[in-house]
C-alpha cells in the first residue's frame, strides 16, 4: 500500500508558476514510477509527468518546456514545478505511483488531488 498526499495547488495568474508536492508515507527509493495526472472538468484525466526509479521521464506534448519532475527519494517526495501557466493548465491535479515500472500508464496508487485555477 502507498499513501500519497498533494499540496501546492492554488489560484495564480497566466505566466505565473506553482511548485506541486506528493509526499508518501513510505519510502519512494523502490518505487518502479511516480507521476503526475490531471483532470479538467468534462475531460478524462492525463499524464502531465511521470518519473522512474532510474530517473527517466515522460512529459504531456503540453508541458514540456514549462513543468518538470523530480523526485527527492531522501525526502519520499516528489515535486512537479510548473512555470509559464497557462489558463488550459486548470484542472485537478493528482499524484500517482506503480511499485514497479512497465510502462507510462498511470499505477494502481493515487492521492487525493489538489486544485490548480489559472486565471487569464
Known amino acids: 500500500q502507498v499513501q500519497l498526499v498533494e499540496s501546492g495547488g492554488g489560484l495564480v495568474q497566466a505566466g505565473g508558476s506553482l511548485r506541486l508536492s506528493c509526499a508518501a508515507h513510505?519510502?519512494?527509493?523502490?518505487?518502479?514510477?511516480m507521476g503526475w495526472h490531471r483532470q479538467a472538468p468534462g475531460k478524462q484525466r492525463e499524464l502531465v509527468a511521470a518519473i522512474t526509479s532510474m530517473g527517466s521521464t515522460n512529459y504531456a506534448d503540453s508541458v514540456k518546456g514549462r513543468f518538470t519532475i523530480s523526485r527527492e527519494n531522501a525526502e519520499n517526495t516528489v515535486y512537479l514545478q510548473m512555470n509559464s501557466l497557462k489558463p488550459e493548465d486548470t484542472a485537478v491535479y493528482y499524484c500517482n505511483a506503480d511499485l514497479f515500472f512497465r510502462d507510462w500508464t498511470p499505477g494502481p496508487y493515487w492521492g487525493q488531488g489538489t486544485q490548480v485555477t489559472v486565471s487569464s
Open positions: 513510505r519510502s519512494i527509493f523502490g518505487l518502479g514510477i
